[in-house]
C-alpha cells in the first residue's frame, strides 16, 4: 500500500515535471462540477501554474465530451452576478491562476455524454506558442462550501 | 375574598409587567449580522406563479414557514449550481430545529425553465427544494418589487445560448410572507445558517 502510494506520488511527479519540462504549465485540482439533469453547461475549475521561464499565453481549450469551451469570470457587483468572458488568458512566470466556483470558470457547453460524479474528462489546452498542455479533470458533485463542510465535520458530529 | 383581591391585585402586576415588557422590548440589534435584516419587513403585492409540479405560487404559499428564495436560471453554470448547493448546506443544519423553513429557487428565465425543466433541476440539489417559474410578465413584477435585477446577455455561439445576469443574494422571507431580509455572497451556509436562528429566535 505504502509502495502504491510511493509509485503512484513519483508518477504524479515525473508526469509534473515532464509537463513542466515540455510547456511550464502545471494543472492541478482539475475537476467537473456534475450537473442537474438536463443541463447544457458545466463548469469547470482548476488550478494553473506557469513553472517556466516565459510567460504563458492560452489560445484555447477543447475536450470531445464538449462541443465548445469558453473561459468566463463571475463577477458580483452591487449583488448582481455577471458572467464576464475572460478573453485571453495569461500566465506570467512563476505565477499562479486558480479557476474555482464564484470566480474564473470552464464554461463546457453540450456536454456529448451525461457525466456523473466519478467520470473522468479527458482537456486539452493550446497554447500560443504552438505547445499544447493535456490534462484530466474528475466529475464531482460540488458543494461549494465542501472545504468549510469538511472543516467543520467534527463539530456538527457533537 | 382577600385571597381574590390578592389574586386580582397579581394578575394586574403581572399584566401591567407583560405589558411593560413588550412595549419596553427593544428592537432586536442586527447590526452584528452579515446578513441585511430589515426594521420593517415589506409586504408582496399579490403574485401568482407556477411552482414545479405546475401548482399555483402565490402569496400563501409564503405565509406559516420562514422562505428562504433565490433567483437564477437552470442554464446558469457557476453562482446558481453553486448558490443551491450552499443551500443545501444550510438545510441540512437547520434540519429539526424550531423554525419551520422553505427553500424555493425562483427562475429569472422561464422562456427557457417551465416546470418540468425545474423539477428534474432543483431536485436535483434536494428533494424539499421547491422551483418557481411562471408568465414573464409576473416574474418581473416579483423581481422589481424585491429589487432582484435581471438581464439577458446575449452568448457568444448562438442566439439560444443566452446567459442572464442577475441578483446573486438570498432574499428572508418571514412566516407572514413579508420580505423580511437578505444574504448578499460570498454565501457561508455556517453563517447562513446561524445567523437565520438568531433572526427567527428574536423575532418569533
Known sequence: MRYLTGSLLLAWLFTASVAAEQTGLVVRDAWVREAPPGASVLAGYLQLENRGPETL?????????????????????EGVAKMQ??????IAAGESVSLEPGGMHLMLFNPGRPLQAGDRVDFSIQLANGASHAFEATVR?????????????????H | MILATVLIVVLALGGGMMAARLLLKPAPDFSELSATVFQQPRALQSFELLDHHGAAFTNASLAGHWSFLFFGYTHCPDVCPTTLSV???VAARLTGTDDPVRF??????PERDTPEVLARYVTYFNGEFIGVTGERAAIDELTRQVGVMHMRVAGEADAASYLVDHTASVLLFNPDGRFQGLFSPPLDADTMAAEFLTIAGALR
Do not use: M, Y
Open chain 2, 104 to 109: 424555493v429557487f425562483v427562475t429569472v428565465d
Open chain 1, 57 to 77: 499565453v492560452f489560445d484555447a481549450l477543447s475536450s470531445s465530451d464538449f462541443g465548445r469551451i469558453e473561459l468566463h469570470r463571475t463577477l458580483v457587483e
Open chain 2, 87 to 89: 443551500l443545501n448546506s
Open chain 1, 141 to 157: 458533485r460540488g458543494a461549494a462550501d465542501e472545504a468549510h463542510q469538511h472543516h467543520h465535520h467534527h463539530h456538527h458530529e
Open chain 1, 85 to 90: 468572458p475572460v478573453g485571453q488568458l495569461e
